[in-house]
């Protein structure tokens, strides 16, 4: 049967560029959203954006060599991903995460679990990993693979796609 409008499943990708908390934080309420209305979701997280899907949280000292350990250390992790405005040297993304819980808004750490369960698709971009000194051991469990630019514009064909 020939593709049409109405059963053709509809397609969001997101490249995820961002480490900050706010840009994050819109990348997984977009793909849980799209996610539990029956969108296929594929998320490419390059730089900064690798943070919000590293197995260590916090700060840590990950990475190939003394500079990547020490650049892995000063970038962080979702827990310590800074505001994109109004950091307030760091206070500023606490103050979210209490509003968000007190108004009952999934939090980042939320979303994420959220966009897991969902079947969201991760997928950590190759070229940054590597000049990051980073190893797909470095991420969550629920990274589906390690991708090049070109394979994942391949896996995007046919939906939307944003940058974030």
């Not at 059963?7 to 309420?29: C, H, R, W």
């Amino acid at each position: 049967m020939p593709e049409t409008i109405s059963n053709k499943q509809k397609k969001l990708s997101l490249i995820a560029f961002s480490g900050d908390f706010d840009k994050l934080t819109a990348v997984f309420t977009l793909a849980t959203g799209a996610a539990a209305v029956g969108y296929e979701v594929n998320i490419f997280f390059t730089f900064w954006g690798l943070d919000a899907i590293k197995q260590k949280k916090g700060r840590s000292f990950i990475g190939g060599n003394w500079l990547t350990k020490l650049f892995g250390f000063m970038m962080g992790g979702i827990s310590v991903s800074p505001n994109s405005r109004f950091n307030f040297l760091g206070i500023g993304p606490k103050i979210f995460r209490y509003l968000m819980k007190k108004n009952n808004v999934a939090t980042l750490e939320e979303l994420v679990d959220a966009a897991v369960a969902l079947n969201v698709n991760i997928y950590a971009c190759e070229m940054a990993m590597h000049i990051l000194g980073l190893q797909k051991g470095d991420f969550i469990h629920e990274v589906k693979d390690v991708l090049g630019v070109s394979t994942f514009l391949d896996i995007s064909d046919g939906g939307q796609t944003l940058f974030i």
